[in-house]
C-alpha cells in the first residue's frame, strides 16, 4: 500500500494549492483528479469567462466607434471565432496546472475516482491508498432549480455553455446572480437578444442596491430585457412560463446555484460529516469530523471564489502538515462581477453592518460624476460606498465602476488591517484613476467629522493666533 504525508482530492483552485504547498515543504503529496486538472476555474469558470467578456466587451467598443469619428461594423460576432480565442486562453495557462508541473514539486498525480475507504485509507480506482493527512477539494457543480419541465428541456449552465457553435439569436437567462448577469451582457455584446430572468426583486439581490439598480439601468441601455421578481413556473415546447406568460427561446441557460461534489466519496467510511445544505462539515480550521481529513474550497460552502478556495487549500495543508494555523479573515474577502460595469465588494454590506454594529454605523456614498477619470471617460454611471463601523473603522466597500476588481484590492486591505477612514484618506493614490473614488468618500468622512468639531478647530485657531501674536 503506497503511504503518503498529504493526499489532495480534487484538482481545483483549492486542491492545486493544498499540493503545491505540500510539495514546497518536502511532503510526500499525492494529488487525485477524475477529470482534468485546473478545474472549474480554468475549464469552465474564470478563465473561459473572462476570455469571453474581453471579446464581446471589444465587439461593443467597435459598435461605439462611431461616436469617436470611425466607421464601426455592425451585425453579431462570429461565435466560432470568439470560442476559438476562449480555447487559446485556457491552452496558454493549463501548463501552470500539469501534471509535470506539479511533478518539478514532488507532488505525484493520479487519474481517478478517489472513494474512502476508511478514516485514513482510500481507494483510487481500486488502488489502495494510506496517508497522513487528506484534503477535501472536490469543488461544485451547476445545479438546476426545480422548476417543472426545467430538467427535461436540457438547458446549458455555466459548465455546458462553452460547447456553443453558433450564436443563439435567442437566448433566455434563467439567474440574475454574478454568472447570469456576465453571460447574459456578453451574448447580448456578441448580437443575441437576451432576457434575464431573477426571482428576486431585483439583480445581483446580495449586493448594495443602487449597485444592482446601477447594473439593471446598463444591461437595458445595451438592449437586454430584465425581469425581476419573475419566478419561472414551467418550461415546455422551447418557452419559459411565468407570470407574464412564455418566454420563447433558441437557448436556455440556467445559472442559478451550485452543489456540493460530494457524491461517491464514501465519506461516512471516513467519518466526514456533511452540512444541511450538502456540504463538507469543517471546523475554523477546515477539519472535518475526522481530524485527519480537511476540507477546503467550494465543497465547505464558505467559499465560492478561487481565490478564496486557494487561500483555504494553502492553510489546509499547512495545518495538517506543520501544525501552524493560518486564520482566513473571511470579512475581508473580495468578491468582482465582471460585467461592465464591474461590481466589485468586500466586508459588510450597509445592512449587513447595520445588523451587527447598529447605530454605530456610518455610510458614506459617492456618486462618480465626482471621479475625475470617470468624467474623462465617460462611465460616470459608477458609484463607491464605504461602510464605516465602530471608531470608523472600514468594515466594508463597494465599487461600481470599469476595473472595479483592480480597486477593490486596496479597499480589501483597509478592512483586514481595521484602517480608519482617516488612515485611508491619508494613503496617497495615484490621479486619475477611479480609486480616487473611495479616497473622496474617505475624504468625505473626514470632512464631515471636522465640520463637526469645527466650533473646537475654531478655537483652537484663533489661540495660535493669540500666540503668534
Same mark, same amino acid.
Given at each position: ?48 469567462? &473572462? ?11 467597435? !459598435? ?169 413556473? &414551467? ?33 461516512? @467510511? ?56 493560518? !486564520? ?64 470608523? +473603522? ?8 470599469? +476595473? ?21 484618506? +491619508? ?26 468639531? @469645527? ?10 493666533? &493669540?500666540?503668534?501674536?
Amino acid at each position: 500500500m503506497s503511504v503518503y504525508d498529504l493526499v489532495v482530492i480534487g484538482g481545483g483552485s483549492a486542491g492545486l494549492t493544498a499540493a503545491r504547498t505540500a510539495g514546497r515543504f518536502g511532503a510526500r503529496t499525492l494529488l487525485v483528479e477524475r477529470n482534468r486538472l485546473g478545474g472549474d476555474c480554468l475549464w469552465t469558470g474564470c478563465v473561459p469567462s &473572462k476570455a469571453l467578456l474581453h471579446a464581446a466587451a471589444e465587439v461593443a467598443a467597435a !459598435r461605439r466607434a462611431g461616436d469617436h469619428g470611425l466607421s464601426a461594423p455592425a451585425g453579431p460576432a462570429d461565435l466560432a471565432a470568439v470560442m476559438g480565442r476562449i480555447r487559446r486562453a485556457i491552452a496558454a495557462i493549463e501548463p501552470h496546472d500539469s501534471a509535470e508541473a506539479l511533478g518539478s514539486l514532488g507532488v505525484k498525480t493520479a487519474h481517478g475516482r478517489a472513494v474512502f475507504t476508511g478514516p485514513r485509507t482510500l481507494a483510487v480506482d481500486g488502488r489502495e491508498v494510506s496517508f497522513r493527512y487528506a484534503v477535501i477539494a472536490t469543488g461544485s457543480s451547476p445545479a438546476l432549480p426545480p422548476v417543472p419541465g426545467l430538467a427535461e428541456a436540457d438547458p446549458l449552465t455555466s459548465d455546458t455553455v462553452w460547447d456553443l457553435a453558433e450564436l443563439p439569436a435567442r437566448l433566455v437567462v434563467l439567474g440574475g446572480g454574478p454568472i447570469g448577469c456576465e453571460l447574459g451582457q456578453a451574448f447580448a455584446r456578441l448580437g443575441s437578444q437576451v432576457t434575464i430572468v431573477e426571482a428576486a426583486d431585483r439583480l445581483m439581490p446580495r449586493e448594495e442596491p443602487r449597485a444592482s439598480r446601477v447594473l439593471r439601468e446598463r444591461l437595458e441601455s445595451e438592449g437586454l430585457t430584465v425581469l425581476t421578481g419573475h419566478r419561472a413556473e &414551467k418550461a415546455d415546447g422551447g418557452a419559459l412560463y411565468g407570470p407574464g406568460g412564455p418566454l420563447p427561446y433558441d437557448v436556455l441557460l440556467a445559472v442559478t446555484g451550485r452543489s456540493a461534489g460530494t457524491a461517491g466519496l464514501g465519506l461516512e @467510511s471516513a467519518g466526514v460529516e456533511l452540512t444541511g445544505r450538502g456540504h463538507v462539515r469543517v471546523d475554523d480550521r477546515l477539519r472535518t469530523a475526522n481530524p485527519r481529513v480537511y476540507a477546503a474550497g467550494d465543497v465547505t460552502g464558505r467559499s465560492a471564489f478561487t481565490h478564496l478556495g486557494g487561500v483555504q487549500g494553502a492553510a489546509a495543508a499547512t495545518d495538517a502538515l506543520l501544525g501552524v494555523r493560518r !486564520r482566513i479573515g473571511y470579512d475581508a474577502v473580495p468578491q468582482v462581477t465582471y460585467t461592465d460595469p464591474e461590481i466589485a465588494r468586500v466586508g459588510l454590506t450597509a445592512d449587513e453592518a447595520r445588523e451587527r454594529f447598529g447605530d454605530a454605523v456610518r455610510v458614506r456614498s459617492l456618486d462618480h460624476d465626482r471621479v475625475d477619470r470617470a468624467v474623462a471617460d465617460g462611465r460616470t454611471e459608477g458609484l463607491t460606498t464605504l461602510v464605516l463601523g465602530p471608531r470608523g +473603522r472600514v468594515v466594508g466597500a463597494t465599487v461600481v465602476a470599469p +476595473r472595479a476588481g483592480e480597486t477593490i484590492a486596496h479597499l480589501a486591505s483597509a478592512v483586514r488591517l481595521g484602517w480608519t477612514a482617516s488612515e485611508y484618506a +491619508r494613503t496617497v493614490h495615484p490621479y486619475p484613476t477611479y480609486a480616487d473614488g473611495p479616497w473622496h468618500a474617505a475624504l468625505a468622512d473626514v470632512h464631515a467629522r471636522l465640520a463637526r468639531g @469645527s466650533r473646537a478647530t475654531g478655537a483652537l485657531l484663533t489661540l495660535r493666533r &493669540k500666540v503668534r501674536r
